[in-house]
């Protein structure tokens, strides 16, 4: 057996430690249900804090504070006795050794638990991963808030209407809740916001454009819902492009399946999400991105190790290519996880997962939501009351939810977005030189 | 004349132009005043944002967010008619062509106002320069932030005590407001919040020390006042050193005069500001950097340029080496010199200057501030009553206001502060690599 001398240091324990790797939805629905178990529970992430991903478009439009959709998670976790938070990136695990290394180390486990949740796909398109703005994490957010505002500070003072065209168009792709949200948000922006902000810019000039590759918007809902969205988005002059790929985007112009091309300085990427896992894994747990677990989430070809949330890919009769990547189901299995876990360790019999659909929503702008309640479907007000109604309660922390609707109401009846702020210039990453603190 | 090709463009207009140069107290102040008036206003700053200076250190101190302090220029001067922003850094002006040169382009003025205020002064040097934490500016409040919560984060797994002390101790130099600001919010998270995230650590071993060279704290209130702060801060555990400067810092050590050294990962540089101006000016305006105006705010040597605000050295009877460099001053001069400039453009008399003290006032924490209000000095819980509402009203932008005041309430109550988040992380400039986006 190696030596290892970079083990990370935690208190000893004479109970099992069980490592929890992501501090998602997943990771901390687990980590909270365990309280009181007895296990040393040390949760790994690469932030100090967790995302409330549902509200990061409001973050990229201006809409809301950075830090309102996020919490720390030593205070968030503070309550569960016997629990280390240690940050860092997880490389690799070693199931033979039952070893994670990460960035700042090494560490054994009894019990490993991934969820590390999903990232960015796309689908192999090189050009498109080099010059579009992902929308997966807070940086990101702030990045795509800052270069839309450089962008209309550029409009400002550019005599090339080639350039001014490409600096106000925005375009966006995936016709997902994200697409569909971040579009919604854009159009509010451009009706309400920008044109008092840059009086001098002609904001009929202004195209945002929303891609999507199938025939329909919100694919996962019901063809009600992708219907009423398409609807109230035209309300909000976003251009939709239906049954149209991106083929290629070198930072100006997109190329689409159909020959066209459209102009534009800002692509929003939310075409996709794959899995997101460490290195170290068995071939037969790898399956499109995802690792495959079985009814009471072990990962197949390991033993000890476990996958919840969007990283597992549980394959059932109702979810033939495993359950849908969705907070909902990363929640659900990261309390379902934590149960079995503790009947687990007391020699009990583990029960198999299975989903509970609570439905689906999404908010196109002002006044405007889709939901889906099983037969029920619904747009309007109404469904817009219930979006910002079960995202308000969903968010983490009592201060979130304060400071959320705080902003909510205010950017209600003024229509206006507080935080039209570049706080620190988006800089692309191929004019990123050494000493630039960006 | 040289021919010159890079003239920012902005809409022709029949009446002279306004160029002022920074968006701060000053700046702001003057064009807000300067609605209505005949004159096409122009106004640069190098962040499309205002940034309300006196809360910076709660920004670093994880009591508020960013964007609560920062208010968009373009929104905040919006009923200005005949106003255009321009957002770019500006290197130079050349007062014989009646140009400035900026890092977006070349524009003419009839009148120029320089406004931009002060920047950090190291007094030469270079060892503080590069290691040290200065707090002027909304990034580098979060990197402050992110770089104290990221040393905390390595103390719980160190086993080596010397970088465990350097990672917890955090020296502060300089006991002005700022200083003494800095030195109370952080005893507030060493006393309340610090141990509850990190139970794993001792702090009672983590020591915040505040440096000052002359003999006493906050030199530019009353005795009282820097006897009561000096008070207050030794209940927060903070450690006063009078009389002691730093003589170099390598960023885990500083040395000290006093042939000591104090291990610290985090130096704050709260110790001195100078002016900050364009190149291109007279020799003769320039002094002990800042530009000496006259009693109408015009620069020496120049016309038809003025200065106002941190940057202007107004030598009078009552102020032979200018006014302070204070808040009060920059927007009483501001709204000062935008009278006597609509008076002069009608052909009327300017009015010399006069600074009206409305008196100072610094806070220490929770429940503890000082007043100076003329002959009357007092400290404690009215004292800090008083400042948080000086401070509320002062801050620009309603939803400030009202996001502030949310935040402060939540925090009193709860003994939290809801943004201990590394968002970015910090990355020292030497450690900073060309693909690293921070």
Known sequence: ?????????????????????GGGFAGISLVKKLKGSRVQIVLFDRNNYHTFQPLLYQVATAGLEPDSIADPLRKQLEPVK??????????AVDPNQKLIRTEIGTMSYDY????????????GNESVMQNAFPLKQIPQALDLRSHILQNFEAATITRDPIELESRMNILIVGGGPTGVEVAGALGELKKNILPNDYPELEFEKMKIVLLEGSDRLLNGMSEHSGEKALQYLKKFDVDIQLKTLVTGYDGHVATLNND??????TLIWAAGVQGNYPDGLPEEAQQGGRLIVDGYNRVKGCEDVYAIGDVASMQTEDFPRGH?????VAIQQGRHFARNFKKMLKGGEMEPFSYHD????????RNKAV????????????????????HLISIIGFRNRLIVFSNWVWNYFTYDKGTRL?????????????????
Do not use: C
Request: aromatic share 14%; charged share 15%; proline share 7%.
């Open 358 to 365: 609570k439905g689906s929503m999404a908010t196109i702008g």
């Open 1 to 21: 057996m190696e030596q290892i001398n970079d083990m990370i240091p935690v208190t000893p324990s004479p109970f099992p430690r069980i490592v929890v790797l």
């Open 422 to 438: 570049i706080i620190r210039k988006f800089i692309p990453k191929n004019k990123l030189k050494t000493e630039e603190t960006v």
């Open 82 to 91: 016997n629990f280390y938070f240690r940050m860092g990136e997880v490389f």
């Open 324 to 328: 849908p990547m969705l907070a909902p």
């Open 112 to 123: 490993l638990v991934i969820a590390t949740g999903s990232k960015t796909n796309y689908f």
């Open 371 to 390: 939901v889906d309640w099983g037969k029920l479907q619904f747009g309007g007000f109404i469904a817009w009351m219930i979006w910002m109604f079960v």
């Open 260 to 265: 066209t091309s459209i102009r534009s300085h």
